[in-house]
């Protein structure tokens, strides 16, 4: 009996001994390599970068993980409590691990052949998410889970545990940490939540998806009931708290919009710019906040206005047919899938939304159309717009007689909700096209440069580039200020006589014979600069340019902010070269600044994710032209709208000074104009640079958005005028002769004139029809 007692002893002895050896080497295994804790003290984890338009608004939002970091003294005590109830009850009275909840875990894993528990205390949930980020469940990664915990627990307050615990966890729908969550799910920052909400959010870390309270609020409301039962049992609330908390209504906000829509091109921009310049993990996970100069009113103006003024142009350009064409067949199809979507989002008075035409009704010019289960009437009047192309003349439409001339049933168009209608019918409809055409629209303070609204096309969901920034269009006559301010510095003034009458040249040797004309095709004789320019007369440049030289223009052209690529020619005078629309823009701020250039400015400041200024941007500004070239300018510039081509542009009813501008064959449609304090240029035209309609020239297709554009923003401002500087003089010319206005002058006009070089003589008695004064620049640049 002793002697089996002693080789039992021995063997437990040997058993303690490899007992004791493996579990050093496991200890040794396991534990060697751990990751230093204290990378936990400088805890900085992926934040968003937040973009801010002027007036403080959000409009955009870069991130890899959505977090915003909040210390715990902005955490109510009532969330603290919900998610230590619901997730690690003992919190504050273990040391990191809970041996009684392993222990449960241990044995419902061996039972289950497979890890499915793993009774993680908070601390270790810190420790899984900061320090170990392999999501792989063994034993091995449980042990050196246990061991991390410990030594954080030895390191770190439970207070700084909770910290890290609360602003780096997942609840789902890309939220990491409860400020994000609470702004993504009640639309509200965290210290605004109630007990309510807070049981809802400390459900999530389970399971986001499973109890999210966007796509499963039944769920997440019965996972709510076992929180607050929680928080009660362990006293943190008493049960008249926790029935009014299930009592309750929580309103849950729909997923957020996303703030970049706001204005698209812009925040585009930025965001491109800010990755080139600081890197992608800087922009993505380091939590800038970027203050632009955008000025949202201004750019739902902009936006508004491009979107008008394309819509408007499209319908002249004809109706190009329906969305498509559904066979009878398919019709039962497209109904319930149309059902299902107007379900989904009921349609409001004034969108535009798809229509199944049912029955075309020549007699009564109506045409019935459903919407979904809603039907829809369009009278004759509402389609008026798609008129038919004439056989026999080229670009002329015939008005519509009846509405079977351009739908048909089993026809699916897109229509705009004009209003309710009288029974049966819901709604009275338009007929609406998606745009083919695009657009784009700049606008920027005139002395500091800022960018305050930019639309860099009509849809930036269907296409991203940017054609305000990117696109190089030619700006036909919007380019012609440019040479006539140079010809004024070069020495001509606005009464000097160029004579409009054909001009015959070859721009290169090699090149065959060249012959401008003017947009009328007529030749208009001696005619004052001014009116040149007024009237966008097209010989009467080239005469110009070839007068004062090309090298000069291009010189004079970059002093004023112009840095693309220049024709080498006469061409040049046609705005023959392309250009972005905001260098054109910046080339014409010059004119309203009073001769000085300003670098655009879409950046305010930039700060880092501590409040650091790391870029600040001030108006950069330089001598470009004389204050007295860019007043009589802007004088000249001022009449080509109130005698010119910008005439539609007079509807502003205050001080602005602009030019149109239309390349050959209405490939391109430009107005480029300013006020005293905002510089805004448009451009109208096709992607694939196909010709646009008849008459669709910077007058008619680009002025009226740069008009609806300037006369929203401009509505609630006081009104400025143009102040002339030292150095201009006023003088009452003759229209036609250049001279000063006497009683023998048919027309008269007020002229701005660089002091001394004003007219000196009166215009004479006429001796003959043919007969007239001509001043020192009456000469034939024809040959």
Known sequence: MKRVFKVLLWLFVLLAFVAAGTGGVLWYVWSSNLPYIGSLKEYNPPIITEIYSADGEVIGRLWDEKR??????????????????????????????????????????????RIEQGGSTITQQVTKSLLLKNPKKTYRRKFREAILSLQIEKNFSKE?????????????????????????????????????????????????????????????????????????????????????????????SSPEGNPFEKAPYFTEFVRRYLVQKYGRDSVYRGGLKVYTTLDLKMQRAAQDALRKGLQELDKREGYRGPIKYLLSQEIEAYKAEALERYEKNPPKEGDIVEGLVEKVDDERKEVIITIGDALGVLPLSGMKWARRPDPEVPYYRVALKKPS????????????????????????????????????????????????????????????????????????????????????????????????????????????????????????????LRTGLIKSRNVITVKILKKIGIDYVIRYARRMGVEADLSEDLSLALGSSGISLSELTKTYAVFANGGMIVEPIFINKIEDRDGRVIEENQPVLGDAISRETAFVMTDLLRAAIQEGTGWRVKALKRPAAGKTGTTNDLRDAWFMGYTPSLVTGVWVGYDDRKPMGKGETGSRAASPIWLHFMREVLKDKPVEDFS?????????????????????????VFQAFKQGEEPKEYTPRPKTAKTGHFSQFDMDFSQ
């Open 405 to 528: 001339e351009a739908l048909e049933p089993g026809d699916v168009v897109l229509v705009r909700l004009k209003g309710k209608g009288t029974p049966p019918f819901n709604w009275v409809l338009s007929l609406e096209q998606e745009p083919e055409v695009e657009g784009a629209l700049f606008c920027m303070e005139a002395s500091t440069g800022r960018v305050r609204a930019m639309v860099g096309g009509k849809d930036f969901k269907k296409s991203q580039f940017n054609r305000a920034i990117q696109a190089k269009r030619q700006p036909g006559s919007a380019f012609k200020p440019v040479i006539y301010a140079a010809a004024i510095d070069w020495g001509m003034n606005p009464s000097s006589i160029i004579v409009d009458a054909p001009y015959i040249s070859t721009m290169k040797p090699e090149e065959e014979l060249w012959r401008p004309k003017n947009y009328a095709e007529k030749f208009y004789g001696p005619t004052l």
């Open 160 to 252: 700084q545990i909770l910290y890290l615990y609360l602003n780096q966890i997942y609840l789902g729908h890309g939220a990491y940490g409860v400020e994000a969550a609470a702004r993504t799910y009640f639309n509200k920052g965290v210290s605004e939540l109630n007990v309510a909400e807070s049981a809802l959010l400390a459900g999530l870390p389970q399971a986001p998806s499973r109890y999210s309270l966007i796509n499963h609020f039944d769920r997440a409301k019965a996972r709510q009931r076992y929180v607050l039962s929680r928080m009660r049992e362990e006293g943190f609330i008493t049960e008249a708290q926790e029935e009014e908390a299930l009592r309750t209504e929580v309103r849950v």
């Open 724 to 748: 002339a500087p030292e150095g201009v003089v006023f003088a009452k010319i003759d229209s036609k002769t250049g001279l000063l206005a006497s009683p023998y002058s048919e027309k008269t």
């Open 68 to 113: 915003i970091v909040v210390p715990l003294e902005r955490i109510p005590r009532h969330l603290i409590q919900a998610f230590i109830a619901a997730e690690d009850a003992r919190f504050f009275e273990h040391e990191g691990v809970d041996i009684p909840g392993i222990v449960r875990a241990f044995v419902k894993n061996l039972k289950a052949g």
